[in-house]
């Protein structure tokens, strides 16, 4: 009967996590083994007999009766005295099958033996938890808030799976509260020593177009394509989508009624602002789509550069930025293309980066990375939406402001 306190071991994870009756006896097999080589030095003489339905086990050493003054191996051979003491008529050559009690490998193995079948049973499950999530990356997962951590979120899902939703996974906006459900893609899984480590993503471009897929049937079903996902989580995202229908409208289909289709997954994204547009192998067009919702008057396009002259009327300037400068990098981003944006009627014009002698680079990168690249593209904004926009300060600004105009009055 001292079999069943460590069968009972395994029985507790047989019944919680589903193993196979193979695994089962795979698992047991290799921990009696592990042990029979601690003990004994060598286990390939050993016969071991699992019956997993009944909760028990056999051990039986196999060993060759030799000589009481030939035994040179005690694992392997028995003497003739020690052999007739099981069966009187045992012979010297022949082979004595003996049966092995889990008392005779000592209290400090059995423990040691019940520690490794836990661990190895666990290192099953992980495997497995491992396989299952490594076959969901890039797909929405839902998971339940556990615990919130400064720089990372817990999550845990149905059947107790640990997820890892990092602070920079996460959209700006987003709160949580413990209990709550909350959905994302499975970005990345990996083993860190034996524990497999999900980590769950919000951000993700791919999380968008999943949500494209799970909210509006013609995605799914395939007769709307998801050509590119652009985004800066939270705030704006460009989704460029095309049919081979000509009957669908498929920015129609994305966006519905009022936005009655699109609505959820803004919500979903913490009101990120969403621009739907049509995909089209015409370069010139598919910029000016990406820029919308400016009105591009004039599109030129410099292959060897990777860079594109956009003119536009001087009301549509500041669309074309957008807020923060989102709509333009994000245009970029679509595209492929640095875009610079220039005023219809202005032909002269001077990059900033000309003026390096006299602007330090960082305020020139502070001004790039709002689409400010041009001495006019910042010359016809005012001091304070420049403030807004920029990390710079007011002194600062009209510093840059009296150098600019001093060349073009020169």
């Keep these: 009967m001292e079999n069943l306190a460590l069968i009972e071991s395994f029985s507790e994870f047989k019944d919680d996590k589903l193993i196979d009756r ?75 099958s003996e049966e092995v009690k889990l008392f005779d490998l000592g209290r400090r193995s059995i423990l040691a033996l019940r520690q490794n079948l836990i661990a190895k049973i666990q290192e099953h499950d992980n495997t497995n938890i491992y396989k299952q999530f490594k076959d969901l990356e890039g797909e929405i997962y839902t998971a339940e808030v556990h615990h919130i951590r400064h720089r990372a979120v817990i999550l845990l899902d149905d059947e107790g799976n640990e997820l890892i939703l990092p602070k920079e996974k996460q959209i700006p906006s987003d709160f949580f509260r413990k209990g709550e459900n909350v959905r994302g893609i499975i970005e990345s899984v990996e083993l860190k020593g034996n524990k497999p480590n999900i980590v769950m993503s919000r951000t993700a471009p791919a999380f968008l177009e999943k949500l494209f897929e799970q909210e509006i049937p013609e995605v799914f079903d395939g007769l709307i394509t998801i050509k590119n996902v652009v985004r800066i989580p939270g705030e704006k995202a460009k989704v460029a989508v095309d049919s081979y229908d000509d009957r669908i409208d498929p920015v129609g289909a994305c966006v519905g009624m009022k936005g009655s289709r699109i609505h959820g997954i803004v919500r979903e994204l913490g009101n990120e602002n969403i621009d739907v547009i049509n995909y089209t192998n015409n370069l010139q067009l598919y910029i000016t789509r990406a820029l919308s919702p400016a009105r591009v008057t004039t599109v030129k396009i410099d292959e060897e550069t990777k860079r594109v002259e956009v003119i536009l009327k001087p009301e549509e300037v500041s669309k074309a930025i957008g807020r923060g400068g989102h709509n333009i990098r994000l245009a970029g981003r679509l595209t492929g293309y640095e875009i610079d944006v220039f005023r219809e009627g202005v032909e002269e014009d001077v990059e900033l980066s000309e003026f390096s002698d006299e602007i330090e680079a960082w305020i020139i990168q502070e001004f790039s990375k709002v689409g400010l690249d041009t001495a006019k593209s910042i010359l016809e904004q005012d001091v304070n939406d420049l403030v807004k926009r920029t990390d710079l300060e007011e002194e600062t600004i009209e510093d840059v402001l009296r150098i600019l105009k001093e060349e073009f009055e020169d």
């Design 22 to 96: 193979v695994t089962l006896m795979t698992i047991l097999e290799d921990v009696f083994r592990n042990a029979l080589k601690k003990k004994f030095g060598d286990d390939d003489n050993f016969d071991i007999i699992i019956n997993p339905d009944k909760g028990d086990f056999e051990i039986w050493r196999n060993r060759i009766v030799v000589a009481d003054a030939d035994v040179e191996n005690e694992n392997q051979e028995i003497s003739l005295s020690d052999a007739q003491k099981i069966e009187p008529d045992f012979e010297v050559g022949e082979d004595v």
